[in-house]
């Protein structure tokens, strides 16, 4: 059978199919099954910079109130045990329990405290770190470059005191995704994991309300990623992660093809449960085998922009011809 270890952030992972994060890796049975059914790697859901920032300024509440109290040179209250030490405590058990790269990840964009809670994971087991930029700049006074070095810098205030390997998820809404990708290189990040799903708000028309509910996402959206995984790789120094739309073994190898270094997966596992990882993970090996492709090195980014024999493809080039190609259905217009 088809050799799928591969390298990623420095790790070594048994497949290139990583558990992205999501509610089911807050699960610890979960997290076992996703390992037994092939997954390489695991990313925790995220510690958000708001509860975080949030429990900091609780800590100074009740270290104020507890001042004086003959209780407070204690053990601290269990109302103060908050979303990290959880974290940290889920993290440990699985660095037990688990063989595979157990990844933390951070979600948030400003460069403040609450990224020293970054080192605790890193004590207490990590193996890297995913750090997932998500924002909607709303400001219409607000630059693009402001911006993006608004990102950069919590990046390079991660890195200066952080030794462990570093991803960053990224939006697609990027006027100029591969050089912010080479910037993020030059601020200390090893991988960039492309794109995060922003989730649309919806108006309800009843209520006149705006609506906020998750939608899981469907195959086609992993045409973006892989495109851009195309265009980025071997062009900009850093490891490619895709995540968005990856349902089945049929986009993931399409996306190795394109030169990812691993593929993520959240709704399929939520729709499926773990098991979708064995079928995806014996789909690629079949194909491999079918193709005589002994290693991923053997055909990864052969279809990137710089390798595959017409890199107009992702540009475009075929753009205007496809739209003139395009039928529409006869008679829906009599
Ligand atoms: C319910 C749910 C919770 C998620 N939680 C997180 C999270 O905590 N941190 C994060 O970086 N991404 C989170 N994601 C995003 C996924 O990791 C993934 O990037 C996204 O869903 C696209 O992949 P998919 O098409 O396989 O779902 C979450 C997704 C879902 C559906």
Redesign the pocket.
Known sequence: MAELRTRYLGLNLPTPLVA????LARDPHCATALEAAGAGAL?M??LFEEELLEEVRQADTDLHQEVGRPEANGAPSAARRGHLEDYLDRLRDYKQRLRIPVIA?L?GVSASGWLDNARLLAKAGADAL?L?LYRIPADPCERAEQVEAGYLEVVRALRRDLTLPLAV?IGSHLTAPLHFARRLAQAGADAVVIF??FYQPDIDLGRRAINLR?Q??QPQ?SLLRIRWAALMSGRVDLEIGV?????GHAETIKALLAGAQVV?????L?ERGPEALTEIRDGLAGWMDEHEYPDLTAFRGVMSYLRAADPGGYERANYREALHRFQFPSGLCV
């Open positions: 992205g994060a999501s509610p990313v859901e995220s990840s979600n995913e997932n998820k995060n799903r998750i899981l996402s959206e995540t968005g739309g990856f349902h993520q997966f959240a709704t399929v939520l």
